[in-house]
C-alpha cells in the first residue's frame, strides 16, 4: 500500500498498486476503475495524486479514458513474437493468428481497397521494374475494434481479379495461397513508430497525431521470388512486437 516514508513518489506508489491489481485479475479488461473520489479515500491521497497516477497508467496502455463514461481497464496488448532462429519456416499470416490466438481474441482482416498505386519503396523491393502495381488496403479488427491497417503492394498481372477473388477468406494471405497457389514467408521486416496522419486515424478510429508501430517487410514465394510488400501501421496502445533470438 501507499506509505509517505517511502522514496517512491506518491503517485507512483499508487500508479504501481492499481498495474498490480490489473495485472493480478482484480480489475478485468473493460471493468470501470472506481472514481477518484473513491480511490483518493482508499489510499488516504488526494485526487491529484491519484490523478496522476492514472495519467501514469493511461500513457502506460494500461487504462483508457471514455470522456463523459469514466476510466476502464485497457485490452490487454498483443505481442506478436518474431523468432530470428530459421525465419524463413514462419509465414506471416500463421505468424499474425498465432499472437492474436494467444490472448483468445476474435480477429478478422477487412478488405478495404485494391487498385493501382505507385510507391517507390514497394516498386525497389519488389524488383518489378516498370510492372504495374497493386495496392491493397486492409484492416485488422479484434473483438470489433480497429487495430491495425495495412498497405500490400503486389505486382498487378500476378494476381488478377484480387478483390473479386477475397470472398470469405480471413485475410490477405490466405486469398494468396488458397486462391493463387502462392504461399509467403518472410525475407525482411524492419520496425519503427509514427504519428497517426488524419486517413490512419480516421480508419483506425483514434485521435490525429496517435502513436502508431509500423512494421514494413517484405514476404516471398516458396521460390524465394520476392511477392508481397507490406507496410502495417498498428495502433501503439494494442499492439507490442517481441524480438526473440534463439541459438
Not at 20 to 49: C, H, M, Q, W
Not at 109 to 135: F, K, Q, T, V, Y
Request: proline share 5%.
Amino acid at each position: 500500500m501507499v506509505s509517505r516514508h517511502a522514496t517512491s513518489p506518491l503517485y507512483r506508489q499508487v500508479a504501481e498498486e492499481l498495474q498490480d491489481r490489473i495485472g493480478k485479475g482484480a480489475y478485468r479488461p473493460g471493468d470501470r476503475l472506481p472514481s477518484e473520489n473513491d480511490l483518493s479515500a482508499e489510499f488516504a491521497v488526494n485526487r491529484l495524486t491519484v490523478r496522476r497516477a492514472i495519467q501514469e497508467l493511461v500513457r502506460a496502455g494500461e487504462l483508457h479514458v471514455r470522456q463523459g463514461a469514466g476510466t476502464f481497464i485497457a485490452p490487454p496488448t498483443m505481442r506478436y513474437e518474431v523468432t530470428m532462429d530459421n525465419p524463413r519456416q514462419l509465414s506471416t499470416a500463421e505468424g499474425l493468428q498465432r499472437a492474436i490466438d494467444k490472448i483468445g481474441r476474435e480477429v478478422g482482416e477487412d478488405l478495404i481497397s485494391a487498385a493501382p498505386h505507385e510507391d517507390a519503396d514497394a516498386r525497389e523491393a519488389l524488383g518489378l521494374g516498370r510492372a504495374g502495381l497493386l495496392r491493397v488496403e486492409t484492416l485488422l479488427v479484434v473483438d470489433r475494434e480497429r487495430w491495425a491497417v495495412s498497405s500490400s503492394y503486389l505486382e498487378a498481372r500476378r494476381f488478377p481479379r484480387l478483390a473479386a477473388r477475397w470472398g470469405s477468406h480471413g485475410g490477405l494471405y490466405d486469398v494468396l495461397r488458397e486462391e493463387y497457389g502462392v504461399g509467403l514467408v518472410y525475407s525482411w521486416r524492419s520496425f519503427t513508430a509514427v504519428a497517426a496522419d488524419p486517413g490512419d486515424a480516421a480508419t483506425l478510429d483514434v485521435p490525429p497525431g496517435s502513436p502508431l508501430m509500423v512494421r514494413e517487410g517484405l514476404s516471398v514465394d516458396a521460390d524465394g521470388r520476392p511477392t508481397v510488400f507490406v507496410r502495417r501501421r498498428c495502433r501503439g496502445d494494442r499492439v507490442k512486437f517481441v524480438l526473440r533470438y534463439q541459438d
